[in-house]
């Protein structure tokens, strides 16, 4: 699942409500939502579900999501929430109570190219590389630590040109070929910011900071920006 329908969001909006002071968590099980009691020792502010509600959710249908609630505090996932993600391998939902804000993230890579919430360290331009590279070439790119959310604007953060050569990539002239990676440099003196050429003519997917995922046509601006292009050994 993608997106939440309106249904889905009215009923987790309610549950939180009414767990308010504790944050609520629960699960969707084949679309409908599944309220489990907050395990943890701080249900203000964090939330755990106990392992028998896990099975119980199994052994109802299919898991198509984790959620919760945030009471206060940033309207985002926190950096917790993001490596219990991944951990657990299921997409989570979370509702910021104060802005009655969802939020959406996919570990599992089948996230849609286009049009994926930006959550730095899940669904970020590195993120979506990795997703590229796993379902179109079978290629399993390793995932790298991101510590805080603006780290790539240090200028002494150089996570893509430590690693790319371990990760199989060489240096080409120019992107002509499907999965050729562009690896730019946006208001930073290192390179922060990657795309990846779709194999539709000219164009490429790339997400940027705080915006949906999309597909650019590659040239002018985001030339001028790319330092480096990079093609994959297999590919």
Same mark, same amino acid.
Request: aromatic letters at 12%; hydrophobic letters at 35%.
């Given at each position: ?17 009414q ?8 699960f ?8 489990c ?5 701080? @249900? ?10 896990y ?12 959620y #919760?609630? #945030? ?5 985002a ?8 993600c991944k951990?657990c391998?299921?997409p989570?939902?979370?509702? #910021?109570?104060?802005s ?6 996919? @570990? ?5 190219y ?33 510590k805080h ?26 992107p002509?070929?499907k999965?050729?990676?562009l ?7 290192q @390179? ?9 003519g000219?164009?490429?997917?790339? #997400? ?7 597909s ?15 093609r994959h050994k297999?590919?």
């Amino acid at each position: 699942m993608n997106q939440l329908s309106y249904r889905l969001k009215k009923a987790i909006a309610y549950e939180a409500s009414q767990c308010a002071p504790e944050e609520c968590c629960g699960f969707i099980v084949d679309g409908e939502i599944m309220p489990c009691k907050n395990a943890h020792n701080s @249900p203000e502010t964090n939330f755990a579900i106990a392992a028998e509600d896990y099975a119980r959710a199994e052994e109802r249908g299919k898991i198509e999501a984790i959620y #919760h609630s #945030h009471i206060g505090g940033i309207d985002a996932f926190s950096m917790h929430d993001l490596k219990a993600c991944k951990q657990c391998n299921v997409p989570w939902v979370m509702v #910021h109570i104060p802005s009655n804000n969802f939020h959406y993230i996919d @570990p599992t890579g089948n996230a849609p190219y286009e049009g994926r919430e930006w959550t730095y360290g899940l669904h970020d331009c590195y993120a979506l590389l990795r997703d590229f590279y796993a379902r179109e070439f079978n290629i399993q790119l390793d995932d790298f630590e991101r510590k805080h959310g603006e780290e790539w604007l240090n200028p002494e953060w150089s996570m893509f040109l430590e690693n790319y050569e371990s990760q199989g990539f060489y240096e080409v002239g120019r992107p002509d070929k499907k999965g050729d990676m562009l690896l730019m440099r946006m208001q930073s003196p290192q @390179p922060n910011h990657v795309g990846v050429m779709n194999g539709n003519g000219a164009c490429f997917y790339h #997400h940027l900071s705080n915006r949906l995922s999309q597909s650019s046509v590659y040239g002018g601006y985001w030339a001028k920006v790319t330092v480096k292009v990079l093609r994959h050994k297999d590919v």
